[in-house]
Nanobody
Framework: VQLQASGGGLVQAGGSLRLSCAASGLTFSAYGMGWFRRAPGKEREFVAAINWSGRRTTYVDSVKGRFTISRDNAKNTVYLQMNSLKPEDTAVYYC???????????????????WGQGTLVTVSS
């Protein structure tokens, strides 16, 4: 199983980025997908998750209204659209696959079996 995250970069506060995570080696439509992030000096935290169909999503409070998670099962890809970025969004962002996420969405790291390598997002003030 491989999860390849991309789309990170340097952006000014108020700007936007779209992260992508391409999955291979698994039946993508059978998995829930999530995004997590690790800011410098902090623990990895949950950001957003989506179930297999895309009909259920959940977000950490700090990104609600600014970030949108979506998926394209035909392309085996999950996205994270990030708008109105803030310096506190600076982190390495990881995508992850949840084998129990066919119906429900999960925010716990323990629910995710597979992890991507991460992509760095830096938001300057």
């Amino acid at each position: 199983v491989q999860l390849q995250a991309s789309g990170g970069g340097l952006v000014q506060a108020g700007g936007s980025l779209r992260l992508s995570c391409a999955a291979s080696g698994l039946t993508f439509s059978a998995y829930g997908m999530g995004w997590f992030r690790r800011a410098p000096g902090k623990e990895r935290e949950f950001v957003a998750a989506i179930n297999w169909s895309g009909r259920r999503t959940t977000y950490v409070d700090s990104v609600k209204g600014r970030f949108t998670i979506s998926r394209d099962n035909a392309k085996n890809t999950v996205y994270l659209q990030m708008n109105s970025l803030k310096p506190e969004d600076t982190a390495v962002y990881y995508c992850a696959a949840d084998p129990t996420g066919s119906i429900y969405v999960h925010s716990s790291r323990g629910d995710y079996d597979y992890w991507g390598q991460g992509t760095l997002v830096t938001v300057s003030s």
